[in-house]
């Protein structure tokens, strides 16, 4: 490894966290934002200006609608690898994901946007582990997705989905697909991706038996699909 991969590689302590409830960002995935308030705009100037990472968490469900939200000191970092200002003063970017995070403190700070110190070293893994997929069900998984999806009338593109390779078909599912905040953050936080799809699953297969029972799903209306 040269010098300039080592320090293009290297996860700096402190980074600035982005709140966003129901996303989340895993290894290798790539995560398109477009970011118009103000405070988020500083963030993306400053990371473009330093190592262009950026840490996406969740709020706690019960801090969501404030200013300063408690929130899931769990998260996933990404580099910003696409960038494009808009004329209308916005930035449309992409974070791709490079490693998972734990929150050991969040820092007291004069930018309007917050920043923590992040521990890497509980998911190093992260950096290289790769897609395999060894004992997960693929089948069982996506036929009860083609089901829940079907039922939601959500979308999806069955010809790609039934090429795509195991792991990263899984990190694209557990980014995409309409599932609440903590179940997003059970899926944030699985420790491989077996244990990822076995979650994905249950999900899917728990929101089947509840329709099926005859409750709703308040994420009908969304617009989603599945790529």
Not at 88 to 105: P, W
Not at 133 to 152: F, K, M, Q, W
Not at 201 to 219: K, Y
Request: with cysteine; glycine share 8%.
């Amino acid at each position: 490894m040269t010098e300039d991969q080592a320090t293009e590689d290297a996860l700096p302590a402190r980074i600035p966290i982005f709140p966003l409830a129901g996303v989340l960002l895993l290894p290798g995935a790539k995560l398109p934002l477009n970011i118009f308030e103000p405070r988020y705009l500083d963030m993306v100037r400053d990371a473009m200006a330093g190592n262009r990472i950026v840490g996406m968490v969740q709020p706690l469900p019960r801090g969501e609608g404030d200013d300063k939200p408690q929130v899931y000191d769990i998260g996933g970092a990404g580099r910003i690898t696409a960038f494009e200002e808009t004329k209308d003063n916005r930035f449309e970017i992409t974070l791709t994901g490079l490693s998972r995070f734990a929150i050991i403190e969040e820092l007291p700070v004069t930018t309007r946007y917050r920043q923590v110190v992040a521990d890497w070293d509980r998911f190093a893994a992260d950096r290289w582990a790769d897609d395999e997929a060894t004992g997960v069900d693929r089948n069982r998984l996506l036929t009860a997705l083609r089901a829940y999806l079907e039922l939601a009338q959500i979308p999806a593109e069955w010809d790609a989905i039934a090429k795509a390779e195991t792991g990263p078909l899984i990190t694209s599912l557990a980014m995409i697909c309409p599932f609440g905040p903590s179940e997003k953050q059970a899926l944030l936080e699985a420790h491989d991706l077996f244990e990822r799809s076995r979650i994905m699953t249950a999900l899917v297969e728990m929101a089947l038996l509840h329709r099926a029972s005859g409750g709703s799903d308040d994420q009908d209306g969304d617009d989603h699909k599945i790529h």
